[in-house]
């Protein structure tokens, strides 16, 4: 058995849909699952797609219950949600669990031809994990070898390395497929 968690802002489609009594769909179930609309979802937060966001973690729950309701006032009387899904092995037919990582990972075929590298400051990865808060060392310059004459820029931020670092930021998980009402075990209130 294993506990995941997803949050649901005010006004979210699963803060007025109660997943404890419909279970879970992604938005685009038709959608074929691949690595680049993969990196998408997870990275840019493409939610027309095939999967449907789990996170081990009840903080990182509670993180996107409260930014999804950003606008609203949060209270007792006025809360966001996150839900509790229990999966157990074997999974239900048309049910299938991605880690984003090894999905990602299995898709670099090579050192030479990797996009998931950067070449900024060792803090560049805390922009790309934290952009709100640490936003200002995505912009940091790209240093160069005395006398190369580079131009002066921002490193580069591949999709490959944005999904990536969200991905072990989220302890992400992605359901292909229906997640059934009987794995909703519990959703609590989050002001």
Known sequence: MALFYRGAGIGTYWHTSDARLSGFTPKSPGTISNTDRLMRHVA???VNSPYISLTKSYDVAVMYARDASRTMSLTSSNPAYVYEIEINDPLPGGLQLLDPLVEIASSVSSPLSSNYHN???PYF???V???LQMG???KMPVSYPPGSGGTSRPPNLSLELEA???ALRDAEILAVGNIPKAYVTDRFNVW
């Open 164 to 166: 990536l670092a969200r």
């Open 119 to 121: 070449e900024g400051t």
């Open 44 to 46: 840019r937060g493409a």
């Open 125 to 127: 990865l805390l922009g």
């Open 129 to 131: 994990v934290a952009p």
């Open 136 to 138: 200002h060392f995505l």
